[in-house]
Antibody, heavy 115, light 112 residues
Framework: EVQLVESGGGLVQPGRSLRLSCTTY????????MSWVRQAPGKGLEWVGF??????????EYAASVKGRFTISRDDSKSIAYLQMNSLKTEDTALYYC??????WGQGTMVTVSS | EIVMTQTPLSLSVTPGQPASMSCKSS???????????FYWYLQKPGQSPQLLIY???RRFSGVPDRFSGSGSGTDFTLKISRVEAEDVGIYYC?????????FGPGTKVDIK
């Protein structure tokens, strides 16, 4: 069964860092681009960023709101995608979803940025 | 950045009755490969988004045939032929032709 499982969320102070993981199962991870999408409490969906497969250079793209602070990476040997979040702001508080476009979503991991 | 707008923002429907919602994009979603990279998702309460429709009108695996998508270019419509109680939630449209990916604000559907 194809599955994405996010982990690593929690409560963190503004300005600190956090790394999220997306562990995948049931497909050849290295063949696919992976995305991160977030949803602030009671709000809509916001695309965070994207990492291409190695076949397409493994390059990354980011939303303007996180560019320069967030970094997406991947470990194809472990079938895991990562979201490194630095210089966190209160407005980064959200449920963070891992996504294999267009159909596969994880259950999300909650990040709360608060002092 | 492509802006996605949805109407209405909320919809209250009687079970068994049809429902319709619209999504418009600020740019054409028709790619040079002939595909239109437009999607509909449903986020049921407390759940992750689930794909309903891809490439405007293709129902994803397991999606009931009461859901249908139509449209082209910049204007798209999702129709539910007979709404059921399990269809409540927020319906989002998304464009997949450009980065950043962008979503509409959502249409919240509830049952009368």
């Amino acid at each position: 069964e194809v599955q994405l499982v996010e982990s690593g969320g929690g409560l963190v102070q503004p300005g600190r860092s956090l790394r999220l993981s997306c562990t995948t199962y049931g497909f050849t991870f290295g063949d696919y681009a992976m995305s991160w999408v977030r949803q602030a409490p009671g709000k809509g969906l916001e695309w965070v960023g994207f990492i291409r497969s190695k076949a397409y250079g493994g390059t990354t793209e980011y939303a303007a709101s996180v560019k320069g602070r967030f970094t997406i990476s991947r470990d194809d040997s472990k079938s895991i995608a990562y979201l490194q979040m630095n210089s966190l702001k209160t407005e980064d508080t959200a449920l963070y979803y891992c996504n294999r476009e267009p159909a596969i979503w994880g259950q999300g991991t909650m990040v709360t940025v608060s002092s | 950045e492509i802006v996605m707008t949805q109407t209405p923002l909320s919809l209250s429907v009687t079970p068994g009755q049809p429902a319709s919602m619209s999504c418009k994009s600020s740019q054409s979603l028709l790619h040079s490969d002939g595909k239109t990279y437009f999607y509909w998702y449903l986020q049921k309460p407390g759940q992750s988004p689930q794909l309903l429709i891809y490439e405007v009108s293709r129902r994803f695996s397991g999606v009931p045939d009461r859901f249908s998508g139509s449209g082209s270019g910049t204007d798209f419509t999702l129709k539910i032929s007979r709404v059921e109680a399990e269809d409540v939630g927020i319906y989002y449209c998304m464009q997949g032709i450009n980065l950043p990916r962008t979503f509409g604000p959502g249409t919240k559907v509830d049952i009368k």
